[in-house]
């Protein structure tokens, strides 16, 4: 089992950036997939980004391709989402996930989820 934890969100300006961060621990946390999604209120959790155990692959929705970069340091074992030119819509709890591969990330298979991070956005 991997035990994950977000940390980085916060209030931004529409148009700023914001650097999220997934401390994962565990013995895999290192091998595996790790993906971003969110959840806004009222709305169902969607996938936003992932990336694979050695970086070698990433994947991003439609939303946030060229705004998003998701990176990994398997030295440190953290993930991270920076977040580029947000708009309101970007609004959302983000959570980091484990999965068994990007293509798991991306069809929602996930064997561990964080707390999340709450990412506001005015506008």
């Known amino acids: 089992q991997v035990q994950l934890g977000e940390s980085g969100g916060g209030l931004v300006q529409t148009g700023g950036s914001l650097r999220l961060s997934c401390a994962a621990s565990?013995?895999?946390?290192?091998?595996?997939?790790m993906g971003w999604f969110r959840q806004a209120p009222g709305k169902e959790r969607e996938f936003v980004a992932a990336?694979?155990?050695?970086?070698?692959?990433?994947i991003y929705a439609d939303s946030v391709k060229g705004r998003y970069t998701i990176s990994r340091d398997n030295a440190k074992n953290t993930v991270y989402l920076q977040m580029n030119s947000l708009k309101p819509e970007d609004a959302a709890a983000y959570y980091c996930?484990?999965?068994?591969?990007?293509?798991?990330?991306?069809?929602?298979?996930?064997?561990?989820w964080g707390q999340g991070t709450q990412v506001t956005v005015s506008s």
């Open positions: 996930a484990a999965c068994q591969r990007t293509s798991d990330c991306a069809g929602g298979i996930v064997r561990s």
């Open positions: 990336i694979s155990w050695n970086g070698g692959t990433t």
């Open positions: 565990g013995r895999t946390s290192s091998t595996i997939a």
